[in-house]
């Protein structure tokens, strides 16, 4: 669920922003239908594009459109492998469950793949796909209009003062475009339906089980496929955990958008207060806080000029979703401070945020709101975002603000999958303390709902991911995974790694 900068891909709103165990169905799933029983072996060849591993190989498996319809229309998945760098030591797969929802995985091999160490690669062939729907997949779309592909548009940011005119607009706009365009395909793209392509993908890679690495969005997939069918699990790594209440799912990702901003921020003020710091903002972390917070009140009244950022201006929102975007890793504290002194001084922002396309944003849509049912009071909106802006001021409202969903053409088809703890013990959650996009508190419902089936690995830092973190992770984290990954052994209770 990482956003859009000039660095990090973003895709909508959810990221906000997300059956049965050993054949017990809990009295909220959807069993419904099974994965494709008829998969076929993959033909596997060169994979497109540039810059790949040239070990990594790509094909294509055939499912149904509709699992309820599995001799009807097919769709193609996209599917890459790297295979075991020591095929003599090889245990199985392990997949790289795609986050978002809305973000590609086939080039995942590559560009995550070496992040792991050598004996996991060793150990495993590296398994990754594109959801139904977008990139190399079968995909679809909703033909939005460019300004709804911002991200202050598809994230509800509401007008200084509140008002949600604006959103309600955008959101019926967005809802209706999506009905029109988005064809049946469209209707069949949720987490459940995900849970059963990847089961799909298992019977054609000819694996019993496989083991999984899922970060943020894959978090809740690799769960509910760890609902749907247990006994397909191995070794099943959730890093960066969503919440998995499933009165809410998505609804409560986008809200928590308020608890982690909060939760973060005071990382980026300490930073931007520091004596030493690159760039010092203030000289108290407060100070930080309360010039972040004048700024953009002054950008609701007066916007800056942004050129080629959609809209073309810095206004306050778009300013409070740079802050959002920052919050992710630290390595974008610097940007961000700059950007602040830039429009304190009056000077046009430089790079602007790019988009998703088209596909994207329309697999991110349509699984939040195929997922679950969204209330559709738009007075009740209004009353939450007027009370959020006073409680959590650096969101103002966005996070519980109304979205497409409430105006979407279709309900949901399958119930949201209830997590319980009936299952396997072979489930290790990683989980940043700090973490702008799933906050620790919607983690620890994760790890309640799991029960012994899971122990979870803590670690005291912010940032989205903590296992295998480039330039900044947790060596703690890293180590107690991999063990993981190569023996199967798991902590014997909760751990809490320091750095």
């Known amino acids: 669920m990482r956003p859009t900068t000039g660095r990090t891909a973003a895709l909508a709103l959810a990221t906000a922003a997300t059956a049965s165990l050993l054949g017990v169905a809990s009295a909220d799933a959807t069993p419904g239908p099974p994965a494709d029983p008829t998969a076929t072996a993959l033909d596997w060849g060169p994979c497109p594009g540039t810059g790949l591993d040239p070990r990594q190989e790509c094909a294509a498996v055939k499912v149904p459109q509709d699992y309820r319809d599995p001799g009807g229309k097919r769709i193609s998945l996209a599917v890459s492998r790297i295979p075991s760098e020591r095929p003599r030591a090889r245990r199985g797969t392990l997949l790289l469950i795609p986050g978002g929802p809305g973000s590609p995985g086939l080039d995942r091999p590559t560009t995550l793949g070496k992040r792991l160490p050598k004996p996991v690669r060793d150990a495993y062939d590296i398994v990754s796909f594109d959801p139904r729907g977008m990139g190399r997949s079968t995909h679809t779309g909703c033909d939005l209009d460019a ?236 009353r939450d975002v007027a009370a959020s802006r006073k409680s959590h001021p650096l969101t103002a409202g966005m ?60 670690v005291d830092a912010m940032g989205h991911g903590a296992a295998y973190v480039e330039n900044d992770g947790s060596a703690c984290a890293d180590r107690k995974v991999t063990a993981f990954l190569l023996t199967g052994e798991r902590p014997e209770r909760d751990v809490l790694c320091r750095s």
């Open 399 to 458: 996070p519980v603000n109304v979205t497409p969903c409430s105006f979407w053409h279709d309900k949901p088809r399958d119930k949201p999958v209830r997590i319980t703890d009936q299952g396997p013990s072979n489930v290790l959650l990683v989980q940043n303390k700090r973490d702008v996009a799933t906050p620790y508190s919607g983690a620890l419902n994760l790890r309640r709902a799991y029960g012994d089936r899971a122990r979870m690995v803590s």
């Open 147 to 382: 300004a709804d592909l911002s991200l202050l548009a598809s994230r509800p940011w509401p007008a200084p003062g509140g008002d949600i005119t604006t959103n309600i607009a955008t959101g019926r706009r967005m809802a209706d475009s999506c009905a029109r365009n988005g064809g049946e395909l469209l209707r069949t793209i949720s987490t459940v339906n995900e849970a059963r392509d990847i089961d799909s993908v298992r019977r054609a890679l000819g694996e019993r089980k496989l083991s999984a690495w899922g970060v943020s969005y894959g978090t809740y997939v690799g769960s509910v496929y760890a609902q749907l069918f247990p006994e397909h699990t191995d070794r099943w790594v959730l890093d960066s955990n969503d919440d998995p209440d499933p009165e809410r799912v998505e609804r409560g990702w986008l809200a928590n958008y308020a608890v982690g901003v909060e939760d973060t921020f005071p990382d980026f003020a300490a930073w931007a207060s520091a004596p030493d710091s690159p760039v010092r903002l203030a000289r108290t972390p407060d100070g930080v806080r309360a010039r972040v917070l004048d700024l953009a009140a002054r950008l609701d009244a007066k916007p800056l000029p942004w050129p080629g950022a959609n809209p073309p201006e810095l206004n306050g929102n778009a300013l409070r979703q740079s802050v959002l975007n920052a919050l992710y890793s630290r390595d974008d504290f610097e940007g961000l401070a700059r950007l602040i002194v830039d429009a304190d001084a009056g000077k046009a922002p430089g790079e602007a945020p790019s988009e998703p396309p088209q596909d994207a944003m329309a697999v991110s849509l349509a699984t939040i709101c195929n997922d679950v049912e969204w209330p559709t009071s738009l007075p009740d909106y209004a």
